[in-house]
């Protein structure tokens, strides 16, 4: 089922592709050229982060996860991974295979959505916006 549904995205990917072309060549060619470029400048943050969650799940086995982020672990669960999303600098687009292998191994749904979340605000935040964010808690 995965395999017919990831072969129907390639498939029409690949037609809107040859659409563009056909349509106009230079902007196409210039859009895939930014696109590798994209896929070069994430590559490597990509890959460090796939060599460290394959180390730390090589290290924790499913049942330590499943209690500190499982469904089960509730807010406290919840808690850990909100801030956990909110200090990994990784971009948003790494994040999901990360958290597609947490819930393999035991991972709750919820904190993973709460991970990912946290992730992305936190990167949609500006400088200025964090700064005022700070500066209102510590008036607190």
């Known amino acids: 089922m995965d395999s017919v549904f990831t072969y129907s995205l390639y498939g029409v990917a690949s037609v809107l592709l040859v659409i563009s072309f056909i349509k106009d060549k230079r ?22 982060i796939l060599l460290l969650v394959g180390l730390l799940l ?21 808690l850990i991974t909100s801030l956990l999303g909110a200090v990994t600098l990784v971009p948003v687009l790494i994040a999901f295979p990360v958290a597609a292998e947490l819930l393999k ?7 993973i959505a709460v991970f990912i979340s946290t992730l992305a605000i936190e990167k949609m935040l500006s400088k200025t916006d964090k700064k005022a964010i700070y500066e209102n808690a510590e008036k607190l």
């Open 27 to 48: 902007k196409t060619l210039l859009s895939l050229k930014r696109a590798w470029k994209m896929f070069i400048g994430v590559l490597p943050q990509f890959a460090a």
């Open 58 to 78: 090589a290290v924790l086995r499913p049942e330590t996860i499943q209690r500190i982020i499982g469904a089960e672990s509730g807010f406290m669960g919840m």
């Open 105 to 111: 191994n035991g991972a709750g749904i919820t904190q």
